[in-house]
């Protein structure tokens, strides 16, 4: 890895920061794989942190699958993900041209409106969201996660689209309209695949953003058929009053950090390279 410094003792000590960092990072990671192959004598007999005795308790993967149903909560999760990523990026990705390409009266206002809101803590929005969502019968309802994590998350996918699609040249959409494509033809055609790195981009962090939620589920959602992952984890232990399962409990942590650790590997370049490169015009 080229890091641009010469001086080898500035090197060496920037080298040791990136090896705490990691060690930071991946210490974790490892701890909850570990806890999870364990069972409670191991806790309370052991140190928490040391290492499993054998035979290591893999059957605590599917004693979480199997009694608390995390194959239901995973599938909701998974819906609930998709489909308000998959929103999402369709909004956002629609006003950031219109307001990238087309100049009218308040478009820079709104521009800006959007950007503000992004400042705005969204938990203030909660007892009101409430209220809309119970009045248009979105409650307990999958469909009411979806509608709301996709505003949620439409100002940032505004601010880095319209990066991308206002460093497109003018002259694709006068070809198009010469051979005769409409506006709607244009973007989805032409300008829409051109912006494929900042939809990665976009829909990565999304993703990662509503995996792991919990605060806006558990005001949309109080059925226990509608759970997702991280709101059956807080029920699951809340229903250990007397004895917690650590193993079992670690296994359940350790279910919902794997699919997006993995995701996150995968497309970690393409997350820096699409950020940077709608930055400049």
Not at 110 to 128: K, R
Not at 133 to 152: C, D, E, P, Q, R
Not at 254 to 266: A, C, E, F, H, S
């Amino acid at each position: 890895m080229n890091l641009g410094i010469r001086n080898p003792v500035a090197k060496g000590f920037f080298y040791i920061l990136l090896l705490l960092w990691t060690v930071s990072v991946i210490y974790p990671l490892l701890w909850t794989l570990l806890d999870s192959l364990k069972d409670n004598e191991q806790f309370f007999i052991h140190a928490p942190w040391s290492l499993p005795r054998f035979p290591l308790l893999w059957s605590n993967f599917s004693y979480v699958w199997s009694k608390y149903n995390f194959n239901t909560y995973f599938v909701n999760s998974l819906i609930v993900t998709v489909g308000s990523t998959v929103l999402g990026l369709l909004l956002s990705a629609m006003t950031a041209y219109v307001l990238a390409r087309y100049t009218f009266r308040g478009s820079n206002f709104l521009y800006l409106l959007y950007i503000a809101s992004m400042m705005i803590p969204f938990i203030l929005a909660l007892i009101p969201l409430f209220f809309l969502m119970n009045s248009m019968h979105l409650i307990n309802t999958k469909l009411g996660l979806i509608f709301v994590y996709a505003s949620s998350l439409l100002a940032f996918g505004i601010f880095v689209l319209a990066g991308f699609f206002k460093s497109l040249p003018k002259e694709l959409e006068e070809s198009a309209q010469i051979d005769g494509a409409s506006h709607f033809g244009t973007f989805f055609r032409i300008m829409l695949p051109l912006a494929q790195p900042g939809l990665v981009t976009v829909a990565i962090i999304n993703v990662l953003n509503i995996w792991n939620e919990y605060v806006v589920g558990t005001i949309i959602v109080n059925d226990p058929t509608q759970y997702t992952l991280p709101i059956e984890i807080a029920v699951m232990q809340q229903e250990m009053q007397y004895r917690t399962e650590w193993g079992p409990l670690f296994a359940a942590l350790l279910v919902t950090i794997v699919p997006v650790l993995i995701m996150y590997i995968l497309f970690q370049r393409k997350i820096a390279s699409g950020i940077t490169a709608g930055a400049v015009k």
